[in-house]
């Protein structure tokens, strides 16, 4: 008998966490943090023991899909993961990312409760350095190719096919025998958003008997890319023309990649006035590096412009700063300046920074390029806040707020249909990483385009296929 219980991205977008039990193997898919309102869902136990599980099998490398991996090592995991190279690449990167913040952010706070006598009540950090070196050094990392198929165990096979959501994303087929019979499960991890920018579009699911898909944006359309594109130029120009800066929080990982893409093509077009662009973010920096070390899997529109020197992304204008006296630099920069900094969500990083120093002046352009989760700062901001709070500070925003949904590396519902239109012998849909009423909306659609009932998964809910 095979079963599916859910740990995460249940009723919600983050903390992807599904484990697949067939007979005695226990294979876990995912084990992703969880941000926004459900932080706090990252220091509670597992559902489940970790040193049970056999295999973990990642889909890519964002945060709320790897999240709470050397966690789940610091509890015991002594199984193979599998990734695709370029994943396990990407992970390392954010996964140390994640350990230095959260490192800080408790001596920080530490510091403030020893002041006060109330040190013992704090939380220790989910993980340090030191237990991401040891997921990565300590257990064995195998890196499937895409369209491959792999004898997981007896009676277990799988597939990676390429998601085309951020580099090395994956949707993962399995098969696996029961009474004779042959079945197959596919975990759609995130899809692509199939805009040609820097991935190529989407592999077709050709058969799965049960789906478990992702729903991020099952309640919305993306506007072309074509008019996308436009938008953004048109911030871009209109607020530099005026002598102002945009400030872009934007996801390390492929968001930010897309957008030196197009700020690239622009500098060579003409079409971008004379300014400077920042790219404010070490981690988005080693994560460009990693996209230039597999060039070949990125569309022809990013190989046709690899220079001599391997990079992909570069042009005269674009100014790397690693170190914080760097990005502190960047404040002595009055106008003119693009700034792309992370976190992506603005629930830290140096993006809270330059909008300490910059959100309040009319000037200047705050452009969303990404989803915001309920319960960031991000989200607050796209929500219309007149006021944030930034380091104890209260600040007005005064900058004019452009959210520009058209490059999400998610598919929209138009998307997500025609995915699913194509796989045969569909029987039982189960909807996860989406809240709950985008949920609600994608069930209704499905019904009535595709003629399939789908199932919203709840959290900790054990699913019979």
């Known amino acids: 008998m095979a079963t599916v219980h859910s740990y995460g991205a249940t009723e ?41 599980i056999d295999y973990l099998l990642v889909t890519h490398a964002h945060l709320d899909h790897v999240g709470r991996i050397p966690k789940l090592v610091k509890e015991g995991f002594k199984g193979k ?26 001596q920080t706070k530490y510091r403030k409760a020893l002041r006060k006598g109330k040190e013992t009540k704090l939380s220790k950090p989910l993980y340090e350095p030191l237990d991401v070196d040891k997921t990565f050094k300590m257990i064995e990392w195998i890196n499937p190719e895409y369209d491959e198929y792999y004898e997981l165990c007896e009676g277990i096979s799988f597939i ?17 025998m029961e009474n ?5 499960i596919v975990f759609s991890g995130d899809i692509g958003n199939d805009n040609e920018l820097v991935l190529p579009d989407l592999d077709k699911c050709s058969k799965a008997e049960a789906l478990y898909v992702e729903t991020t944006y099952g309640d919305r359309e ?47 077009s003409g079409e ?27 569309t022809n529109r990013c190989q046709e412009n690899v220079k001599e020197d391997g990079t992909v992304f570069n042009f005269d204008s674009l100014i790397y700063t690693e170190t914080p ?31 300490k120093h910059r959100i309040w002046d009319k000037r200047n352009a705050v452009v969303f390029v990404g989803y915001q989760a309920r319960g960031t700062l991000g989200r607050d901001i796209v929500e219309g806040a007149k006021w944030i709070t930034v380091y104890g500070e209260d600040i007005i925003v005064k900058s004019s707020i452009h959210t520009i949904n058209g490059f999400s590396a998610h598919a929209d519902q138009d998307g997500i249909i025609k995915w699913m239109s194509s796989i045969k012998n569909l029987k039982k849909v189960f909807l996860v ?33």
């Open 12 to 52: 919600e977008v983050t903390g992807s966490c599904h484990l697949l039990e067939v007979d005695d193997y226990k294979i876990l898919i995912d084990c992703g943090m969880f941000q926004g309102e459900e932080e706090e869902m990252n220091e509670k136990p597992f559902g489940f023991d970790a040193k049970e």
């Open 81 to 106: 993961i599998y990734a695709t190279a370029a994943t396990m690449d990407l992970a390392e990167i954010i996964l140390l990312d994640s350990a230095k913040i959260m490192t800080e952010d408790f």
């Open 160 to 176: 990676y096919r390429n998601a085309g959501h951020i580099l090395g994303s994956a949707f993962i087929e399995f098969s696996y």
């Open 180 to 184: 004779g019979d042959s079945h197959t």
């Open 222 to 268: 993306h506007q072309p890319i074509a008019l996308t594109i436009k938008e953004f130029k048109d911030v871009i120009i209109k607020t530099l023309d005026a002598h102002g800066n945009v400030l872009i929080p934007s996801f390390a990982v492929e968001r930010t990649q897309e957008l030196l893409c197009l700020l690239r093509e622009m500098h060579a």
């Open 272 to 298: 971008l006035p004379k300014c400077k662009v920042f790219l404010d973010s070490p981690m988005a920096t080693r994560a460009t590096d990693v996209y230039r070390n597999y060039a070949q899997e990125l």
């Open 325 to 355: 006296e760097a990005s502190k630099g960047i404040n002595d920069i009055k106008s003119k300046a693009i700034i792309i900094a992370g976190s992506g969500m603005c629930n830290g990083g140096r993006i809270t920074h330059h909008f």
């Open 433 to 465: 990483h989406g809240e709950k009423e985008s949920q609600k909306t994608f069930k209704n659609v499905l019904q009535k385009k595709l003629k399939l009932d789908a199932h919203i998964v709840k959290y900790g809910e054990k699913i019979v296929l």
